[in-house]
Every structure is written in C-alpha cells, then in structure tokens.
C-alpha cells in the first residue's frame, strides 16, 4: 500500500495519461479503482485512460460505473459521450443511440453529444437526420461570416432537407 495520499495519485494518473504514458496511467488507476471501486472519478478517469489505449472494450464498465456515481456535471457530461463514442466504436449502436439520447435530453446544450450522436445516426443508416443535426449545429455555432448571411435558410433546409415545399 502506498503512503501518497488518493488525490496525488490520481492527479499523477491523470498527468501521465495527458504525458503520453498511458500504460503507466492505466496501471495506477487499475489499482486505486481496486482501492476505491465506488469513486466515480476514478472510474470516469480509468475509462477514459482505455479508450486512450484503444482498449475500448475494457472501457465500457468504467464509464458505467463513472456515470452510475457521484461525477461533477462537466464530467458527466463527458463521460456520456466518451460511452457513448466507446459503444459506437464496438458496434453496439443501440446501446450507443440510447447513451446519446440520454446525454443530449440531459445536456442539450453540450454540443458534442450532437455531434457524436450524428455520427452514428450516418453510421446507422439515417443520413438525413445525420446532416440535419450537422446543418442545425453549423448555424448555430458558426463565427463565419458568409456562413452566417445565410444561417435563415441552413436552419430551414435542416428542418425539411427533403425540400417537400417545393412540391
């Protein structure tokens, strides 16, 4: 058992993740989730150190476990869309579409669960309502003033991409 106290050492996992040794990282954050199974943190930190490792499978549970606990609101969010990115890269889209949904009802405003959530509404098979969640995502969030000019009908086109106005 080591003497450094719990929060060195996480923020020690946390820096030699972010330093490019993730091994290393993963390694003592297998121990302290060992230590502290309960603590959501090191759960939301141990599965983000997997999918840094490309071990998204080994990820999953750290996620629901992280999401399941006490995380601060910047961090659920986060881990949200770390599960449901981590399910959308192992093929399991449902479970994927359903963390998505949860996460945008929840923080509608984190514009990165939308985005993500696109991805795999393309990977699915419903390109429409893919680019329709990218067009709405443009305009909102555009600084680029001949983008801007034309935000009315990005939004318009959005909500009707099958153009049955015209018809």
């Given at each position: 058992?080591?003497?450094?106290?719990?929060?060195?050492?996480?923020?020690?996992?946390?820096?030699?993740r972010?330093?490019?040794?993730?091994?290393e990282?993963?390694?003592?954050?297998?121990?302290?989730?060992?230590?502290?199974?309960?603590?959501?943190?090191?759960?939301?930190?141990?599965?983000?150190?997997?999918?840094?490792?490309?071990?998204?499978?080994?990820?999953?549970?750290?996620?629901?476990?992280?999401?399941?606990?006490?995380?601060?609101?910047?961090?659920?969010?986060?881990?949200?869309?770390g599960l449901?990115?981590t399910?959308?890269?192992?093929?399991?889209?449902?479970?994927?579409?359903?963390?998505?949904?949860?996460?945008?009802?929840?923080?509608?405003?984190?514009?990165?669960?939308?985005?993500?959530?696109?991805?795999?509404?393309y990977?699915?098979?419903?390109?429409?309502?893919?680019?329709?969640?990218?067009?709405?995502l443009?305009?909102?969030t555009?600084?680029?003033p001949?983008?801007?000019?034309?935000?009315?009908?990005?939004?318009?086109?959005?909500?009707?991409?099958?153009?049955?106005?015209?018809?």
């Amino acid at each position: 058992m080591t003497t450094e106290p719990y929060d060195g050492r996480l923020a020690r996992a946390v820096a030699l993740r972010t330093g490019g040794r993730a091994d290393e990282a993963r390694e003592l954050l297998l121990a302290l989730r060992a230590e502290f199974p309960d603590d959501a943190v090191v759960a939301y930190q141990t599965a983000w150190t997997h999918d840094v490792l490309d071990r998204e499978a080994e990820a999953v549970a750290h996620y629901r476990a992280a999401i399941a606990g006490d995380l601060p609101e910047a961090d659920l969010r986060d881990a949200l869309l770390g599960l449901g990115s981590t399910l959308r890269a192992l093929g399991r889209d449902d479970e994927a579409a359903e963390v998505f949904a949860h996460g945008v009802a929840r923080f509608p405003e984190y514009r990165p669960l939308r985005v993500f959530r696109a991805m795999l509404r393309y990977n699915t098979g419903d390109a429409r309502e893919a680019v329709a969640d990218l067009l709405r995502l443009l305009a909102d969030t555009t600084e680029d003033p001949d983008v801007r000019q034309y935000r009315r009908a990005i939004s318009a086109y959005a909500d009707d991409l099958d153009r049955s106005w015209l018809g």
